[in-house]
Structures are given as structure tokens and as C-alpha cells.
């Protein structure tokens, strides 16, 4: 999904919904779980990161009908601190060491970044409200991130 980052609304971000309004959404453990039913997964080989030197455990999710990979890394700790200027969805948030559970309020979701123990997400700076929903998105048209992947220009 395309939305204005709530930290900084003038910039759109892209994440997976993973929570609508209603939802307890929990990660404990590394795992993540929808209203108490986990969220179906299947490992796959393990992913290298070539500017970290890492490798990273990759894995098949499938929420709903939907299938797509994410990434952990048994380096990273699960649970995470929330921005201290974002304190205000506390209230509908338990954290401990092993993570974090959420009630997802009325007009608002939960993001999640695909990357999970290395993406400032939901976890972090709280609900997405429906006000800041851009739109769905369906292809990357250009990432200049990482020119490796594709090759040189010579």
C-alpha cells in the first residue's frame, strides 16, 4: 500500500497492510499472527545481501490470498521500541521482549515492512490513518537502490 508516512506526511512509503481496523495484530518471536491465527508461512533458501555481507532467512507468506517473501535475521532482536513522538497508539499496543500486539483502532492499519527485523514500520511510528492512504501499489517502475542487481553501464 501507498501512504504518507506519518512521521513526515510530504513522503509516500510503501508497506504491506497487515492489520485492518478491528485486527489484533501480533510479532512475537518472529512471527506474526492475524486475530490469533498465525500467519501461514514456508521457509525458502536463505537470502545474501550483498552490500551487508549478510545473509538473511527468507520465508513465503501468504496473507489471505496473497503470497510474498519476507525476510529475518536471527542477528536482530524481534521486539522493538517505538518512537518516543509517536507515543499516542500506545494504548492499543503490548510491548515485551518478544514483541508486540496490537489492536488496530477505527479508520486506522497496520504496516509492515517485508524486511521485518530491519524496517521502521507500524511497530515503530504507530497506525496508518485512512487520510493518509494514497493508493495500492502494483509494480516498482524504478529503484535506483541497489544498480548492482541489474548489471553495469558501460
Not at 52 to 81: C, M, N, W
Not at 88 to 100: H, K, Q
Not at 124 to 146: D, L, R, S
Request: some cysteine.
Amino acid at each position: 500500500m501507498v501512504f504518507r508516512y506519518p512521521v513526515e506526511p510530504g513522503v509516500d512509503y510503501i508497506k504491506r497492510v497487515v492489520g485492518l481496523p478491528g485486527d489484533e495484530v501480533a510479532y512475537l518471536n518472529k512471527k506474526l499472527s492475524i486475530n490469533g491465527q498465525p500467519v501461514e508461512t514456508r521457509p525458502l533458501p536463505d537470502f545474501y545481501d550483498e552490500d551487508s555481507l549478510r545473509y538473511a532467512q527468507q520465508a513465503s507468506e501468504k496473507l489471505g490470498a496473497v503470497e510474498h517473501r519476507i525476510l529475518t535475521d536471527k542477528d536482530r532482536p524481534g521486539f522493538v521500541i517505538p518512537m518516543p513522538q509517536f507515543q499516542n497508539f500506545r494504548d492499543n499496543c503490548r510491548y515485551n521482549a518478544e514483541g508486540v500486539v496490537c489492536t488496530v483502532p477505527p479508520g486506522h492499519y497496520f504496516m509492515m515492512g517485508d524486511n521485518r527485523d530491519n524496517s521502521q514500520d507500524s511497530r515503530y511510528w504507530g497506525f496508518v490513518p485512512n487520510e493518509n492512504i494514497v493508493g495500492k501499489a502494483f509494480f516498482v517502475w524504478m529503484n535506483f537502490g541497489n544498480l548492482r542487481r541489474i548489471g553495469s553501464f558501460h
